[in-house]
């Protein structure tokens, strides 16, 4: 079995200071957390950006400042949000993928989150699928109910996805598909051959969590998904949550990868400024 890729989340769009003093919302505060997380064992970092009064951005620039700043600190691979925030224009969702991150995430569908419509129509999707092959990003494929499958397989029978896929399950959101064991189990039934995959628990984590170390999959913790370390307290930090997991996985004879781990089993695209890592 390949080793645990853990992926850290570390603001997201709707967890807010109201409802944890913790989360991180300034590039600084979240480069700071990210680096914390790295040193417990993470290996990717998903970012949404906010504006100063903690509103959800997709303001390239704050996210170029975020960037910097975890690179700055450590080698962490860098995933970068297409959905920063509710009622985005296109080319904000393509601005992200312009700077060139290592993964972005591709959401495929449309979703009522809660009392909000998410739109992904499919042609959107080709659009964000394009704009990510142009500037050698993977897409992290994002699956919030079964049907997400088909369309993303659509989009990879056009080509615009290339070949492996990796896809994420976010299980748990408001109008997505409850997060349970036999959810999960049941979308794994229906996952392409020769695919990596990880999954996402707004609510229900550690059972799905435990699932995924043992089945082969690979797992994302952090603000974005949940802010309680255990009911009623509070996580102080997201490398807590880093931490649980990292342990969890030892405890069932799983290893954990490094960052240039993770690329290769992600087989994540080496850009010039890395050549040297990797030969």
């Given at each position: ?11 997201g ?26 040193k ?5 970092a ?10 959800p ?6 996210y ?7 690179k700055?600190?450590c ?58 092959n142009e ?5 992290e ?30 299980l748990?959101?408001p109008g ?7 959810n ?27 699932i ?5 999959g ?41 960052p240039e ?10 850009r010039?400024?890395?050549l040297?890592?990797?030969?």
């Amino acid at each position: 079995m390949e080793k645990l890729i853990v992926t850290v989340a570390p603001t997201g769009t709707i967890t807010t200071r109201a409802q944890t003093p913790y989360v991180p919302i300034t590039p600084k505060e979240i480069a700071q957390e990210v680096y914390l997380s790295w040193k417990k064992g993470a290996s990717i970092a998903h970012i949404h950006v906010r504006e100063e009064d903690g509103t959800p951005s997709m303001d390239a620039k704050l996210y170029q400042e975020t960037m910097e700043r975890i690179k700055d600190k450590c080698d962490i691979l860098i995933s970068l949000t297409t959905a920063g925030k509710l009622y985005m224009e296109l080319e904000e969702r393509l601005a992200v993928c312009d700077l060139a991150p290592d993964f972005a995430s591709l959401n495929a569908g449309p979703l009522n989150f809660g009392e909000v419509p998410f739109q992904n129509s499919q042609d959107t999707m080709r659009k964000i699928a394009s704009r990510m092959n142009e500037f050698k990003v993977k897409p992290e494929i994002e699956i919030f109910e079964l049907g997400m499958l088909g369309n993303a397989q659509k989009i990879i029978n056009e080509g615009l996805i290339p070949a492996p896929f990796h896809y994420q399950f976010v299980l748990g959101a408001p109008g997505g598909t409850p997060a349970t064991p036999k959810n999960l189990l049941h979308m794994l039934d229906h996952l392409p051959e020769n695919s990596t995959w990880g999954v996402v628990a707004f609510s229900n984590q550690i059972p799905l969590q435990a699932i995924a170390i043992s089945q082969g999959g690979h797992v994302r913790v952090g603000m974005e998904d949940h802010i309680y370390y255990r009911p009623g307290e509070l996580a102080k930090s997201n490398a807590d949550f880093v931490e649980r997991i990292v342990n969890l996985s030892n405890e069932l004879g799983r290893e954990v990868a490094s960052p240039e781990e993770a690329r290769k089993i992600l087989t994540l695209p080496v850009r010039d400024g890395q050549l040297a890592d990797h030969m």
